[in-house]
T-cell receptor
Framework: GDSVTQMEGPVTLSEEAFLTINCTYT??????LFWYVQYPGEGLQLLLK?????DKGSNKGFEATYRKETTSFHLEKGSVQVSDSAVYFC??????????????FGTGTRLLVSP | EPEVTQTPSHQVTQMGQEVILRCVPI?????FYWYRQILGQKVEFLVS????????KSEIFDDQFSVERPDGSNFTLKIRSTKLEDSAMYFC?????????????FGPGTRLTVL
């Protein structure tokens, strides 16, 4: 079945450092790809998405490009802030056997940014 | 801004007891989901629900689990006889349409601890 693999954390960075969180996927068909973020005590929030190959999703300085040839959707940010400290989840949408979307998640990567 | 809410935030129960986890999805959303995350593991799909019936369920969602939308606003997950391995964070999500392009909006989760 479909699956998502992302790098284990925690990822510890200093403020203004460059961030990469790797994500690769296995899927039949052409899924949509998502990054969700979970801040402490809150639910999962959509950070960005890409719905077809070569699409770039971006939001709040984060970017990820849907690479079909490498089955990857790596998350990047040029300069992280302390407020970016959270858990980041890579996910793909699987339309399931009824045609409705369900999400397949990676394990999540905790990011810790220090001042 | 509309949000998905879940109650309680933390539920502690004894093995064999019944628990009901409650969710209030965003009011104009039509598709509802439950996911769970066992500590340190992936977020896993449990069940999707549309038009007052289950549209898809995972292998995890056995006869001990049930879902209901009793009053047009709440969406509940019931576990009839809890097991130790049911200890996890349970997330409710909703979306306007079931398309793979649409964002799912997540609640903050209920942490279930089975003793």
């Amino acid at each position: 079945g479909d699956s998502v693999t992302q790098m284990e954390g925690p990822v510890t960075l200093s403020e203004e450092a460059f961030l990469t969180i790797n994500c690769t996927y296995t899927a039949t068909g052409y899924p949509s790809l998502f990054w969700y973020v979970q801040y402490p005590g809150e639910g999962l929030q959509l950070l960005l998405k890409a719905t077809k190959a070569d699409d770039k999703g971006s939001n709040k300085g984060f970017e990820a490009t849907y690479r079909k040839e490498t089955t990857s959707f790596h998350l990047e940010k040029g300069s992280v802030q302390v407020s970016d400290s959270a858990v980041y989840f890579c996910a793909l949408s699987d339309r399931g056997n009824t045609g409705f979307q369900k999400l397949v998640f990676g394990t999540g990567t905790r990011l810790l940014v220090s001042p | 801004e509309p949000e998905v809410t879940q109650t309680p935030s933390h539920q502690v129960t004894q093995m064999g007891q019944e628990v009901i986890l409650r969710c209030v999805p965003i009011s104009n959303h039509l598709y509802f989901y439950w996911y769970r995350q066992i500590l340190g593991q992936k977020v896993e799909f449990l069940v999707s629900f549309y038009n007052n019936e289950i549209s898809e369920k995972s292998e995890i969602f056995d006869d001990q689990f049930s879902v209901e939308r009793p009053d047009g606003s709440n969406f509940t997950l019931k576990i009839r006889s809890t097991k130790l391995e049911d200890s996890a964070m349970y997330f409710c999500a909703s979306t306007v349409q079931g398309s793979s392009y649409n964002e799912q909006f997540f609640g903050p989760g209920t942490r279930l601890t089975v003793l």
